[in-house]
């Protein structure tokens, strides 16, 4: 069966008389085989070429007892089940996502009563995306221990295969990519490092995804090419790679320079039970093999999350300025906020942490029981109707998960907590793996979205659970984590169902949850509760190597002394960089006519008027300073944001140290056959200049003093 759509192939075919499966995405080519009981991979290529036939039946030519070639890890029951497998069928289907084209390769295991479909989808990128889904069609539970949707070889180089040329990197052939923080406040810590002979693991345990993040980069530093990976899932992870270690006497590849890899869920065994005739699905994992530059290659990972991925935000709120604040006091207090909010010229207002319970207190105690609380006027119906009033778009806040110290939720369903060791409480969170616990949150966050009438949603998360709770099921005791997202992953895939013009968003002590898992779920996401500069924009910098800037979005001012690490149009200019939240404008009774006041909204109107279309319009990113990470020392973080069809952007110049007092800026989302204005905001000077000038003479930027900034902004001049 062949079928070609949208830059994509799907083809079903023997090779020396093994069954074979051929995808091809954009310009990226895959093939794998049943070999010795073995599902293999074959080859991949970044050039959207396929192997001719008199090559293929050749490939992989390594001896798969030797070679990790296996294309998923399974474990059930304790047993590694790599091999003994047997061909059913293959077949096409459409994809759920618009669009998409998967490939379904059936197998059946011949001594386990367990059946297996590989199931890989093509979008049209470069990417593939690929998840199983494993029947248990045995007469007795199945205990999940261990899965990776996808392993296998990246990469083999052999002299041999080359006519004997030695590879110029062949001593450090492989750099590795990844967010190196996982405690909060770290995210956007994109790094580098050489992968060395053997085995480099890295593990995200906090019981959730972040703050790091299940995504890599590696670069062969032999080809040029580039391998993106990223796991959507939400719990604990591991991604694991394996260079050959196989050295001679000089310290040479002694076999080739070889490169696998693995990805997949971690925690204690068993991840799932499954029950006789039950279907579990695991988490999906995306994969590209690229050749290109840095820019470029971001540029296809955001192209593929927004073909595929990330929903597109509802019409109308593609994107829109927010102030929210949370319910600090009883009164009226909140709706004087509001009046703020609505002078200074935002588009949207939320009502944070402590609209609930039936008492005022900490915002911490009375968490799930979701009723409004008596100490805001007209409660949320009075709230969103001043809101409306004034033009603003109404929000609110909720952490689902949760049950507080002091609510009555968990005076009522004590046996809904999260627990291990037979009887620890883990955390004040729901074990959503419990019917009943599941069932009352999924009503509780579709109650309060329908009965509010809501315009954008956020969610909240602010546990560490890290192992994770403990259930016992059919004579084992089972992991917690794997069923509680299929919960959570349930009711948000019915929520936007059911409710499709409510905006979206994810956060998790900031930027805890920010994978895949969540994000094909939620339009945008936290960037991080630390949002002091230059944290604040580095953190920028490093994330959107992964999601693109409209799907993050920032809160000015959520820290106290942020305004104390930079100077305010630094402050100020940050926000533009992502979707803003406004933590509050300072004091309610202080003069509106003060520079402060008059430069914040100046902001304000910049991002609805120019940069915030320009995000709207999913733009082209482009990292000027790619590799300073969150922390290490760096003179400059710059970073730009460009119109896909180059017809405007605007870039960040933020000056770091007191060294190197001058940039020499070279916008790279301009076309070289237009004329542009250029506007140099800290002069507020605007001039004429052609695309071919920018791009080869640049623009030379002078900042004297550490913790400032300047704003470049470009717009193509009309014929």
Known sequence: MHNETRNISIKFYRTSQRPAAQFVSGSCVHEECLQQSRWISLYWFASGQVQRETISDTLPGMNPSEFPLHAFDLELDGQDLRNRWEFVSASEQIGAKPGTREAVVELRHQVRPVTLKVITRLDGTPFLVRRLEITNTGKAPAALSHVSPWSGMLWTWRQADHWGERPREASAPFVLAYFRGLMQGTEGDFGWEVLPPGVRRIEGTNGHSGFGNPFFMIRNEMTGETAIGALAWSGNWFMEFWRDPSLDLSGQPARGANLAFRFGPLGPAPLRVIAPGETVVSPETHLALLHASTDDCVAALHGHLRASVIPPRPEGKEFFTVAGRVVEEPGNWILKEMDIAAAM???????????????????????????????????????????????????????????????????????????????????????????????????????????????????????????????????????????????????????????????????????????????????????????????????????????????????????????????????????????????????????????????????????????????????????????????????????????????????????????????????????????????????RQTFRISGSDLLNRGLRVRLDTPMTSELVLYAKMPH
């Open 345 to 683: 010229g935002v588009d949207a207002f939320m009502v944070d942490a402590g609209w609930y319970g039936d008492t005022f207190g900490s915002w911490t105690d009375r968490r799930g029981d979701w009723e409004v609380g008596d100490w805001m006027p007209g409660g949320l119906a009075g709230c969103r109707s001043h809101c409306h009033e004034r033009g603003m778009m109404f929000g609110l806040w909720m952490e689902p998960e949760t049950a507080g110290s002091k609510s009555k939720l968990l005076r009522d369903h004590p046996d809904w907590l999260l627990k291990t060791d037979g009887d620890r409480e883990v955390a004040q969170m729901l074990d959503l793996s419990h019917p009943g616990a599941a069932q009352y949150m999924t009503e509780a966050i579709l109650r309060t979205i329908k009965e509010h009438r809501l315009d954008f949603f956020k969610i909240d998360y602010n546990c560490r659970v890290h192992e994770g709770g403990q259930r016992e099921r059919d004579g084992l005791i089972e992991h917690e984590l794997w069923r509680h997202y299929e919960a959570l992953y349930s009711v948000f895939d019915r929520v936007r169902a059911e409710m499709p013009e409510v905006a979206l968003e994810c956060c998790s002590s900031g930027g805890g949850r920010n994978d895949l898992g969540m994000m094909s779920r939620f339009h945008y996401a936290c960037e991080s509760d630390f949002s002091t500069f230059p944290r604040s924009i580095r953190a920028i910098n490093g994330l959107t190597m992964f999601l693109p800037p409209e799907a993050l979005c920032y809160y000015h001012n959520h820290v106290p002394v942020a305004h104390q690490k930079a100077d305010l149009e630094t402050h100020l200019r940050v926000t533009l960089f992502a979707q803003p939240v406004f933590v509050g404008f300072g004091a309610q009774a202080a003069d509106r006519t003060t520079p402060y006041f008059e430069l914040t909204k100046r902001y304000i109107a910049l991002a609805k008027k120019f940069t915030g279309q320009i995000l709207a319009s999913r733009p082209r990113v482009f990292h000027h300073t790619p590799n300073i990470g969150l922390l290490e020392p760096a003179d400059w973080c710059v970073l730009e944001y460009a119109a896909q069809d180059q017809s405007r952007g605007y870039a960040g110049l933020f000056k770091l140290t007191s060294n190197c007092s001058e940039y020499r800026f070279y916008p790279r989302g301009a076309d070289i056959s237009v004329e542009y204005e250029v506007t140099l905001d800290n002069h």
